[in-house]
């Protein structure tokens, strides 16, 4: 029983090195791709896409979608994930002009929007939808606006509804009880508007099986 423990310390000592290794590595990781865990920032209200097991008081009903600004909460990790009966290769960087689902780490729901009114401003509400099993519908389409070959960690991208073609946007306007402080996330129609802009921050960057042309393979970063 004691050699049992033992052995798993040490188990869990190598796995906490290696994770260490990969961590520092992983600031050298420039694209955000298939399978990365990530949390992504309003790049001009400095905010955090986030959300919780909240639900909107009025238009869907559905699970309510924030931004904070907390750089440490963990219910704003989205799972980068390939829309609703495609598949993308873990690792592979997503392309400028994909379409992607973003998917909510803890409650296993997914970025949404439709048309309903948000319920600060008055815009596309945004919110988190999804079954069990993590699948919602098309609703969870966001197509990945940016004018590179792929989404880069240090530089800003917008997320276009496929559905609607409205933008992910923060309104600048935040919530009272029982979210006090937490900003207000909706879909506008124009990408030129305020708060479109959004950046990949921290994250669990996955590596691709093959390196890109003149480029070192990714690893992952917490």
């Known amino acids: 029983m004691i050699l049992y423990k033992i052995t798993n310390v040490l188990a869990l000592s ?10 520092t590595e992983g600031s050298k990781a ?3 791709t298939c399978g990365t865990i990530l949390k992504i920032m309003n790049v001009d209200l ?3 896409l986030h959300s919780h097991d909240v639900k909107y008081g009025s238009g869907s009903g559905q699970q309510s979608v924030t931004a904070v600004d ?5 219910n704003s990790h989205w799972l980068v994930r390939a829309p609703m009966g495609e598949t993308c290769k873990r690792g592979e960087p997503v392309k400028c002009n994909s379409n992607i689902r973003l998917h909510h780490v803890s409650s296993k729901k997914n970025l949404h929007s439709h048309y309903f009114s948000s319920p600060l401003s008055g815009n596309q509400e945004v919110s988190c939808y999804g079954d069990d099993g993590g699948e919602g519908d098309s609703g969870d389409h966001w197509t990945v606006v940016c004018n590179n070959d792929y989404w880069r960690r240090d530089t800003p991208i917008k997320l276009r509804h496929v559905d609607t073609a ?4 923060g309104s600048g ?3 009272g009880r029982p979210i006090s402080g937490q900003g207000e ?7 030129y508007g305020a708060y479109t802009d959004w950046q990949a921050k921290e ?14 393979a990714i690893h992952t970063e917490l």
């Not at 409205?166 to 946007?169: E, I, P, V």
């Not at 994250?203 to 070192?216: K, N």
């Open 166 to 169: 409205a933008f992910l946007a």
């Open 30 to 32: 420039e694209f955000v």
């Open 173 to 175: 306007r935040t919530f």
């Open 70 to 74: 907390a750089a440490d909460d963990y």
């Open 46 to 48: 400095r905010l955090r």
């Open 203 to 216: 994250g669990l960057f996955v590596h691709p099986s093959d390196p890109l042309p003149m480029q070192h």
């Open 185 to 191: 996330i909706v879909g506008v129609t124009s990408q």
């Open 14 to 23: 190598i796995l906490w090195i290696l994770l260490i290794i990969q961590v």
